[in-house]
């Protein structure tokens, strides 16, 4: 391969076509994760462990996407950066980076103890549930994904939003309604399904919107958005 074909190869790894197609997997992924612990797994952290008996096989296939949905959240944030450039603010770039990061390691946190409470259930399940650490376990969960992850989502969507209000590299339209969404998930006291859903569609929307901009556009550059 010549240095021509290496360069145009390397280019086409941060068109934003790229991200687009990351966020889009992302989505994909971690809906189908969450919808598949929602239907398996009650929302109350007090439960009976009775899922463990009958949804453990359910719960085993979520688990195993949500890696994936983490890279592909990992290749979005990076190619995001990328197309923001030289426009870059250093201080909300900074908590749109940190808080992207605080959100996908709380999620793979939860669900490396879920993934814990199913395989200690298969070898020691009375043992297991009648000691006390699932209810500990479970309750540990729930704190940091529906109040943690879910606020630190809230936070990348803020950062990302202001970002875009200071480089009207995205409509502000778009960026006012990230920041009614994100203040959704920052007040929220809820562990509802709705609620949890909201980040990912949000960054398949955001996702969908760069493809559509980057196939309008020959050369693939994003280009400012002209002030309201």
Do not use: C
Not at 32 to 46: C, H, K, Q
Not at 116 to 123: E, F, K, N, R
């Amino acid at each position: 391969m010549t240095d021509e074909q290496l360069n145009l190869t390397h280019q086409k790894l941060k068109t934003p076509r790229a991200a687009a197609l990351a966020g889009i997997l992302f989505t994909v992924l971690f809906t189908s994760t969450v919808v598949l612990l929602r239907l398996s797994v009650p929302a109350d952290p007090a439960d009976a462990g009775t899922w463990l008996r009958e949804r453990a096989g359910t719960v085993s296939l979520a688990l195993s996407l949500l890696p994936f949905a983490g890279i592909a959240f990992l290749w979005f944030i990076g190619v995001v950066r990328d197309r923001l450039g030289h426009l870059e603010d250093q201080f909300f770039s900074t908590v749109f980076f940190g808080s992207g990061l605080l959100f996908l390691a709380m999620t793979f946190v939860s669900a490396a103890l879920a993934g814990g409470i199913v395989a200690t259930y298969a070898l020691e399940h009375s043992r297991f549930i009648d000691s006390g650490m699932y209810t500990l376990i479970r309750a540990v969960m729930y704190r940091v994904t529906n109040v943690y992850a879910i606020k630190m989502a809230g936070v990348f969507m803020i950062s990302l939003a202001t970002i875009w209000v200071r480089t009207r590299l995205m409509p502000r339209s778009l960026a006012f309604l990230t920041y009614v969404l994100a203040l959704g998930l920052l007040l929220s006291i809820t562990s509802s399904l709705w609620v949890t859903l909201i980040f990912p569609a949000w960054v398949g929307a955001v996702s969908a919107y760069i493809l559509v901009t980057n196939l309008r556009s020959p050369s693939g550059k994003p280009t400012q958005q002209p002030g309201v």
